[in-house]
């Protein structure tokens, strides 16, 4: 065990957990990483190209090494950073990425083959045979390389969003984002904290600096306490910030049960969206390291990491520990080790400068640097540049602090390097409301960042307008921070990693420059350096110094790669929230829809709508014979279909009648009161756009269908063109869409059916109520309703709409008034079989290429008034003689069946793309004609009727040929409809 | 006398169930119709509105009890409002157009809706996890009113009390509202 005294955890609740199925104990306030070194475990996982052993590196999201499996079963949740994985009692975690136990992984002897596998080695390995890419190489790269595995089941967990607002966003709650968050609460100003830690305070949790002159930690729970007594405040702890996105908008995921055993029912995530007026960001900093040959080996961590270990945790990630370090930084963990009793064995400082702290029994050098180390599964010795050698188990090393600035660069901004810092710290445009202030901003040190935390939340909230509290200034002091620009020991004739996730070596920086990736970006690509859960956080900016060194540059010269969301990983089911399964997205249904289950519909996504496809009746063998009988029942006497998802749009006002006539091409000036008509709407561009139909119910009252893809569109259109394009006119448009249930009736005992239904007084006849008539009517004695004489079907047909909460009963009614006429309820297929034998256009032909033109409607577009789109319909290219005709099509040999799709090539031509003449757009099986009938796009074809041409589908290999007829298969002069 | 009879089914009735901290109901015969004020006619339709209501129309964004307590005026737009009232037959179109003397255009909504009301201490923590809109005591008092989305449907938000909402929805979609209401409530009661 390596447990030591003092560290902030709760050592009165014990937890058991297993680490590759060992027994281990921790306890609460342990991360896996701390209770894993608490426990003496140093080797915690393979690497990912070499399977080189590898231990716990840092102490926090920056992890690039201790990527471990948790939970088990469905719960199992691979590649995740044990040094941010909170423990509790019953934590299962497994080691990744090896064959047979982690001591003794078959695959290090990748390892071996080290010489070969240079940056760029697939791409320059596996390049012949094509044929073998996907079947034999990319199989047996995903099984050698790649981290942890999914369970491959479904995820059991839970997962939901949310939005929050505030004045200010404070992110990150250490010494500055305290500060900012204590200056604003004060204020009154409504304030969101979120940390990615479960226990606030950043690095005053890890390090022994006072603040005034109280523990740091205890100044920080101090701050915590107040904040969270503030009902202005929200403390968001367990939650990143991943994402700053326009307009103040911050993606942040919550960790609610990651913690626990169970998530018990509730979200085990929260991704929440985050609406500020204003942001601090205070996302503090990570220490990078410094390359040297064999820096890989389990016990060589960054310094911080150590001291945090030590300091926070109450472990000790070793027994004789090495510093070597490039800055007065790590000095510190030098001497917190020694003050907890640990023993320091040597302080290797790559400046030539003297000792900055008495480090008693500490061996000094200066000027100098770890050339190597040994150690098989773990570091036991290294080797300096002088060529001395220190026996240890731990090595601490510290090059320096790069400030947290990703967030600022969400927005393409790009960071500022600074000399004195050698580092990057926020420049360009900051995304809009954002300021940085503390680490992140680059002041380092403790008093500097209380300082600017507060200064910057004072002038954040100066800037909206609310008066800061007058406070003072918590007292602390500014360590001593100066740091040397120096990356990588020269020396180091062995492998020295610059990022440690991706296996990615000081050498395969400088090959890659070699071969002329010399590009950050491009060099980040070719290498892997800097991707992964980790995005290089610890090695990016070692490997921007190599290249930088390598091209003869500086770094700002070389410049960073563009850093995107998310800051950390952010699960695929916690973006996915709760829309899974049957609710991934909300759905309509039908007034009818609970009859239409009872009666055996099957059901089919229209948009978002459920809609009845077709009513299957025992014995039917397959959809066809259902459809078939639908057809031929309604043709026969009488159908009826939930025709509810055509929009509805009611129009009113003194100026409907002129709005109607702008918006449709054809004429609607003078359409009476009680009529109905079709009308087809053009885009600006002269393509049709939707079509339906506009009954006029009074003076001033219309209403207007439309096809149910378009509903919204249209009504969208229409609010467009009445509030911006004539605001004068006295036009008031809503929907109606949902609130009436409306139903064809359709066939030639449909006025007997509604006979029965429509109350008396309402004279139905064909002389009071014609073909294209409408008016309200009541129904079964007494209920309003609205009654249009219209066809889809080409029948003798009505619809008839009532309130949509009678919709249900409606139907019921309707089929049993229809009872004694063998009424047939159908579906959807039915209803496009015979609008296809109708020759009616439906969205397949109203697909936002075709014009009026097209559509055998050109003489319908008025060129006699002012409405969208008849002007640039008539453009010479939009009505030549040889466009494209809709047209009906029907194979010559009338056994065989049509297909969608197929294009259409005159006899005798090749089937290429020079010769393609149209497409058929939609075909049915005609039960009244006995064989397949298509409808489709032809040049020429209105001249062209009872021509034989070939229809080409290369897709399905198949070709017939077909005649060109009309599109009207039935009924052509429309004698049903009018009877 | 018809031998027929129609049923009203609308979706959600009866719907009242109540959970830790928050509870859901949908409101029973609940009738929403639209008025629409003529252009150039606005100053005789806010009177009428006046006369038949005993109160004027409310700003944009903002709802009243009008004094006799028997309806809520729901001013969603410059020249468009619902009246929200307590109506079973389906005749609530014409109860207000007479109210109104054809002074403005009116539309029935009843049935394009359906409402839901929630409420209890939980109930704005649940919207949290649903609604875009800011509902802060600050941001959004008692009477306010947008148009927001939830979960991809388009909703109508009313703050009727401390703690209760009056929320309306398409009533095609009802089953959806009502799913995405009881999982936020749910999660975090």
Request: neutral net charge; proline residues 5%.
């Given at each position: 065990?390596?447990?030591?005294?003092?560290?902030?955890?709760?050592?009165?609740?014990?937890?058991?957990?297993?680490?590759?199925?060992?027994?281990?104990?921790?306890?609460?306030?342990?991360?896996?990483?701390?209770?894993?070194?608490?426990?003496?475990?140093?080797?915690?996982?393979?690497?990912?190209?070499?399977?080189?052993?590898?231990?716990?590196?840092?102490?926090?999201?920056?992890?690039?090494?201790?990527?471990?499996?948790?939970?088990?079963?469905?719960?199992?949740?691979?590649?995740?950073?044990?040094?941010?994985?909170?423990?509790?009692?019953?934590?299962?975690?497994?080691?990744?990425?090896?064959?047979?136990?982690?001591?003794?992984?078959?695959?290090?002897?990748?390892?071996?083959?080290?010489?070969?596998?240079?940056?760029?080695?697939?791409?320059?390995?596996?390049?012949?045979?094509?044929?073998?890419?996907?079947?034999?190489?990319?199989?047996?790269?995903?099984?050698?390389?790649?981290?942890?595995?999914?369970?491959?089941?479904?995820?059991?967990?839970?997962?939901?969003?949310?939005?929050?607002?505030?004045?200010?966003?404070?992110?990150?709650?250490?010494?500055?984002?305290?500060?900012?968050?204590?200056?604003?609460?004060?204020?009154?100003?409504?304030?969101?904290?979120?940390?990615?830690?479960?226990?606030?305070?950043?690095?005053?949790?890890?390090?022994?600096?006072?603040?005034?002159?109280?523990?740091?930690?205890?100044?920080?729970?101090?701050?915590?306490?107040?904040?969270?007594?503030?009902?202005?405040?929200?403390?968001?702890?367990?939650?990143?910030?991943?994402?700053?996105?326009?307009?103040?908008?911050?993606?942040?995921?919550?960790?609610?049960?990651?913690?626990?055993?169970?998530?018990?029912?509730?979200?085990?995530?929260?991704?929440?969206?985050?609406?500020?007026?204003?942001?601090?960001?205070?996302?503090?900093?990570?220490?990078?390291?410094?390359?040297?040959?064999?820096?890989?080996?389990?016990?060589?961590?960054?310094?911080?990491?150590?001291?945090?270990?030590?300091?926070?945790?109450?472990?000790?990630?070793?027994?004789?520990?090495?510093?070597?370090?490039?800055?007065?930084?790590?000095?510190?963990?030098?001497?917190?080790?020694?003050?907890?009793?640990?023993?320091?064995?040597?302080?290797?400082?790559?400046?030539?400068?003297?000792?900055?702290?008495?480090?008693?029994?500490?061996?000094?050098?200066?000027?100098?640097?770890?050339?190597?180390?040994?150690?098989?599964?773990?570091?036991?010795?290294?080797?300096?540049?002088?060529?001395?050698?220190?026996?240890?188990?731990?090595?601490?090393?510290?090059?320096?602090?790069?400030?947290?600035?990703?967030?600022?660069?969400?927005?393409?901004?790009?960071?500022?390097?600074?000399?004195?810092?050698?580092?990057?710290?926020?420049?360009?445009?900051?995304?809009?409301?954002?300021?940085?202030?503390?680490?992140?901003?680059?002041?380092?040190?403790?008093?500097?960042?209380?300082?600017?935390?507060?200064?910057?939340?004072?002038?954040?909230?100066?800037?909206?307008?609310?008066?800061?509290?007058?406070?003072?200034?918590?007292?602390?002091?500014?360590?001593?921070?100066?740091?040397?620009?120096?990356?990588?020991?020269?020396?180091?004739?062995?492998?020295?990693?610059?990022?440690?996730?991706?296996?990615?070596?000081?050498?395969?920086?400088?090959?890659?420059?070699?071969?002329?990736?010399?590009?950050?970006?491009?060099?980040?690509?070719?290498?892997?350096?800097?991707?992964?859960?980790?995005?290089?956080?610890?090695?990016?900016?070692?490997?921007?110094?190599?290249?930088?060194?390598?091209?003869?540059?500086?770094?700002?010269?070389?410049?960073?790669?563009?850093?995107?969301?998310?800051?950390?990983?952010?699960?695929?089911?916690?973006?996915?929230?709760?829309?899974?399964?049957?609710?991934?997205?909300?759905?309509?249904?039908?007034?009818?829809?609970?009859?239409?289950?009872?009666?055996?519909?099957?059901?089919?996504?229209?948009?978002?709508?459920?809609?009845?496809?077709?009513?299957?009746?025992?014995?039917?063998?397959?959809?066809?014979?259902?459809?078939?009988?639908?057809?031929?029942?309604?043709?026969?006497?009488?159908?009826?279909?939930?025709?509810?998802?055509?929009?509805?749009?009611?129009?009113?006002?003194?100026?409907?009648?002129?709005?109607?006539?702008?918006?449709?091409?054809?004429?609607?000036?003078?359409?009476?009161?009680?009529?109905?008509?079709?009308?087809?709407?053009?885009?600006?561009?002269?393509?049709?756009?939707?079509?339906?139909?506009?009954?006029?119910?009074?003076?001033?009252?219309?209403?207007?269908?439309?096809?149910?893809?378009n509903a919204v569109l249209v009504f969208r259109r229409l609010e467009f063109a009445r509030q911006c394009l004539w605001p004068n006119m006295d036009v008031h448009l809503i929907s109606t869409t949902d609130g009436w249930a409306q139903f064809a009736v359709a066939g030639p005992n449909a006025r007997n059916l509604l006979r029965k239904v429509v109350d008396e007084g309402f004279d139905l006849s064909n002389e009071a109520f014609p073909f294209m008539a409408c008016g309200e009517v009541r129904v079964c004695g007494g209920t309003p309703a609205r009654l249009f004489r219209i066809s889809f079907s080409g029948e003798l047909a009505y619809e008839i709409a009532v309130p949509a909460r009678y919709g249900n009963s409606m139907m019921g009614v309707l089929m049993e008034a229809g009872k004694e006429y063998d009424a047939v309820p159908y579906g959807t297929e039915a209803l496009g079989v015979m609008r296809i034998e109708k020759g009616h256009a439906a969205g397949n032909e109203l697909n936002g290429q075709t014009t009026a033109h097209n559509l055998g409607m050109g003489r319908m577009v008025s060129q006699t008034k002012e409405c969208i789109g008849n002007v640039l319909s008539q453009r010479p290219e939009m009505i030549r003689d040889d466009a494209i005709k809709l047209m009906g099509f029907k194979p010559v040999d009338p056994a065989k069946k049509l297909i969608a799709g197929s294009h259409f090539i005159a006899s005798g031509n090749k089937a290429t793309m020079a010769n393609d003449e149209g497409w058929m757009t939609s075909v049915a099986y005609s039960p009244s004609l006995g064989h397949s009938i298509g409808l489709g796009f032809i040049k020429s074809g209105d001249t062209r009727k009872?021509?034989?041409?070939?229809?080409?589908?290369?897709?399905?290999?198949?070709?017939?040929?077909?005649?060109?007829?009309?599109?009207?298969?039935?009924?052509?002069?429309?004698?049903?409809?009018?009877? | 006398?018809?031998?027929?009879?129609?049923?009203?089914?609308?979706?959600?009735?009866?719907?009242?169930?109540?959970?830790?901290?928050?509870?859901?109901?949908?409101?029973?015969?609940?009738?929403?119709?639209?008025?629409?004020?003529?252009?150039?006619?606005?100053?005789?339709?806010?009177?009428?509105?006046?006369?038949?209501?005993?109160?004027?129309?409310?700003?944009?964004?903002?709802?009243?009890?009008?004094?006799?307590?028997?309806?809520?005026?729901?001013?969603?737009?410059?020249?468009?409002?619902?009246?929200?009232?307590?109506?079973?037959?389906?005749?609530?179109?014409?109860?207000?157009?007479?109210?109104?003397?054809?002074?403005?255009?009116?539309?029935?909504?009843?049935?394009?809706?359906?409402?839901?009301?929630?409420?209890?201490?939980?109930?704005?923590?649940?919207?949290?996890?649903?609604?875009?809109?800011?509902?802060?005591?600050?941001?959004?008092?008692?009477?306010?009113?947008?148009?927001?989305?939830?979960?991809?449907?388009?909703?109508?938000?009313?703050?009727?009390?401390?703690?209760?909402?009056?929320?309306?929805?398409?009533?095609?979609?009802?089953?959806?509202?009502?799913?995405?209401?009881?999982?936020?409530?749910?999660?975090?009661?």
């Amino acid at each position: 065990m390596s447990r030591i005294e003092g560290g902030l955890i709760d050592r009165s609740q014990t937890f058991r957990f297993t680490f590759n199925g060992k027994p281990m104990q921790g306890h609460a306030g342990d991360t896996l990483a701390s209770a894993l070194i608490a426990n003496g475990q140093k080797l915690v996982g393979r690497s990912f190209k070499y399977h080189r052993p590898r231990g716990i590196f840092t102490a926090g999201s920056e992890e690039p090494n201790a990527l471990v499996e948790l939970r088990g079963g469905a719960h199992q949740e691979p590649n995740t950073r044990a040094t941010v994985t909170e423990l509790f009692d019953g934590l299962s975690a497994k080691s990744q990425n090896h064959r047979g136990p982690l001591e003794y992984d078959l695959m290090a002897m990748t390892d071996f083959a080290a010489p070969f596998l240079s940056a760029g080695f697939y791409y320059k390995t596996f390049m012949w045979p094509k044929a073998f890419w996907e079947k034999v190489y990319e199989p047996a790269i995903r099984a050698s390389a790649g981290l942890g595995r999914l369970s491959m089941q479904e995820d059991p967990d839970i997962y939901d969003k949310g939005f929050l607002h505030c004045d200010l966003l404070v992110i990150g709650a250490g010494p500055a984002g305290l500060q900012a968050a204590l200056t604003a609460g004060r204020a009154g100003a409504r304030v969101i904290l979120a940390d990615e830690d479960f226990l606030p305070g950043g690095r005053l949790n890890a390090e022994t600096l006072e603040v005034d002159g109280m523990a740091g930690h205890a100044w920080a729970a101090q701050a915590v306490a107040e904040l969270s007594a503030m009902g202005n405040v929200r403390m968001m702890t367990r939650t990143t910030v991943y994402g700053a996105y326009d307009h103040g908008v911050y993606g942040a995921l919550e960790r609610c049960t990651d913690h626990l055993a169970s998530s018990d029912g509730k979200p085990r995530q929260i991704l929440w969206r985050l609406y500020s007026k204003r942001a601090v960001l205070a996302a503090g900093a990570t220490e990078r390291p410094i390359a040297f040959g064999n820096n890989d080996r389990p016990g060589v961590m960054m310094a911080g990491a150590v001291r945090s270990y030590v300091n926070r945790f109450g472990a000790a990630p070793g027994k004789r520990i090495a510093v070597f370090t490039n800055n007065d930084d790590g000095w510190r963990t030098a001497k917190d080790l020694h003050d907890n009793g640990l023993e320091v064995a040597a302080v290797i400082d790559s400046r030539d400068r003297s000792p900055l702290l008495d480090i008693p029994g500490a061996r000094y050098i200066r000027g100098a640097g770890v050339r190597d180390t040994a150690g098989r599964k773990g570091i036991s010795r290294i080797t300096l540049t002088d060529d001395q050698m220190v026996d240890i188990d731990c090595m601490a090393v510290s090059g320096g602090w790069n400030p947290n600035v990703h967030l600022t660069c969400h927005q393409r901004g790009r960071p500022r390097w600074r000399d004195d810092l050698c580092a990057f710290v926020p420049g360009g445009t900051l995304p809009a409301g954002m300021v940085v202030a503390g680490a992140a901003n680059g002041a380092l040190t403790l008093a500097a960042a209380l300082a600017e935390g507060a200064a910057q939340a004072e002038a954040q909230l100066k800037d909206l307008g609310i008066t800061p509290a007058a406070a003072t200034l918590p007292r602390a002091e500014d360590e001593p921070g100066e740091a040397a620009a120096f990356w990588h020991v020269k020396e180091s004739a062995k492998r020295a990693w610059v990022d440690l996730q991706n296996d990615v070596t000081v050498k395969d920086i400088k090959l890659a420059n070699q071969e002329g990736f010399r590009s950050v970006e491009l060099l980040k690509r070719y290498t892997t350096m800097g991707m992964a859960t980790d995005q290089g956080k610890t090695s990016n900016i070692a490997g921007l110094a190599i290249l930088a060194e390598q091209a003869g540059k500086t770094i700002p010269e070389v410049g960073t790669t563009i850093f995107r969301p998310p800051y950390t990983p952010v699960p695929i089911g916690a973006l996915g929230g709760r829309a899974r399964g049957r609710d991934f997205r909300p759905y309509r249904l039908t007034p009818s829809h609970e009859w239409a289950k009872a009666n055996g519909a099957t059901f089919v996504e229209v948009g978002n709508w459920l809609r009845a496809q077709w009513y299957a009746r025992p014995g039917e063998k397959g959809w066809r014979d259902s459809v078939d009988r639908e057809v031929e029942m309604t043709r026969g006497s009488v159908g009826i279909c939930d025709v509810t998802t055509l929009g509805k749009i009611d129009v009113q006002g003194r100026d409907a009648a002129a709005f109607l006539n702008k918006v449709y091409a054809n004429g609607f000036a003078k359409l009476a009161v009680g009529k109905v008509r079709y009308g087809l709407m053009l885009r600006e561009d002269g393509i049709a756009y939707d079509d339906g139909t506009t009954a006029r119910l009074s003076e001033n009252h219309y209403v207007m269908t439309t096809t149910t893809a378009n509903a919204v569109l249209v009504f969208r259109r229409l609010e467009f063109a009445r509030q911006c394009l004539w605001p004068n006119m006295d036009v008031h448009l809503i929907s109606t869409t949902d609130g009436w249930a409306q139903f064809a009736v359709a066939g030639p005992n449909a006025r007997n059916l509604l006979r029965k239904v429509v109350d008396e007084g309402f004279d139905l006849s064909n002389e009071a109520f014609p073909f294209m008539a409408c008016g309200e009517v009541r129904v079964c004695g007494g209920t309003p309703a609205r009654l249009f004489r219209i066809s889809f079907s080409g029948e003798l047909a009505y619809e008839i709409a009532v309130p949509a909460r009678y919709g249900n009963s409606m139907m019921g009614v309707l089929m049993e008034a229809g009872k004694e006429y063998d009424a047939v309820p159908y579906g959807t297929e039915a209803l496009g079989v015979m609008r296809i034998e109708k020759g009616h256009a439906a969205g397949n032909e109203l697909n936002g290429q075709t014009t009026a033109h097209n559509l055998g409607m050109g003489r319908m577009v008025s060129q006699t008034k002012e409405c969208i789109g008849n002007v640039l319909s008539q453009r010479p290219e939009m009505i030549r003689d040889d466009a494209i005709k809709l047209m009906g099509f029907k194979p010559v040999d009338p056994a065989k069946k049509l297909i969608a799709g197929s294009h259409f090539i005159a006899s005798g031509n090749k089937a290429t793309m020079a010769n393609d003449e149209g497409w058929m757009t939609s075909v049915a099986y005609s039960p009244s004609l006995g064989h397949s009938i298509g409808l489709g796009f032809i040049k020429s074809g209105d001249t062209r009727k009872g021509e034989i041409v070939r229809a080409v589908s290369p897709v399905h290999g198949v070709e017939m040929d077909v005649e060109i007829c009309s599109a009207h298969f039935i009924d052509p002069e429309g004698e049903r409809l009018r009877v | 006398m018809s031998e027929f009879h129609l049923t009203a089914e609308p979706p959600l009735a009866g719907y009242d169930k109540a959970f830790a901290g928050a509870s859901l109901k949908a409101p029973a015969d609940l009738a929403l119709v639209s008025i629409a004020l003529p252009l150039g006619g606005e100053d005789a339709a806010h009177k009428a509105i006046k006369a038949a209501y005993g109160c004027a129309l409310p700003e944009v964004g903002k709802a009243c009890a009008t004094p006799r307590k028997t309806a809520h005026l729901l001013r969603l737009g410059v020249d468009q409002a619902f009246v929200v009232f307590e109506h079973a037959e389906p005749d609530a179109e014409r109860v207000v157009a007479e109210a109104l003397k054809g002074a403005a255009y009116t539309t029935d909504q009843t049935d394009v809706w359906v409402a839901l009301d929630i409420s209890g201490p939980k109930a704005r923590d649940a919207l949290e996890r649903i609604c875009p809109i800011d509902l802060h005591d600050d941001a959004f008092a008692i009477m306010d009113l947008a148009r927001t989305t939830m979960e991809h449907l388009g909703v109508i938000i009313l703050r009727t009390d401390e703690e209760r909402w009056r929320l309306l929805s398409a009533s095609s979609s009802a089953r959806s509202f009502l799913h995405a209401l009881e999982t936020s409530v749910k999660n975090v009661s």
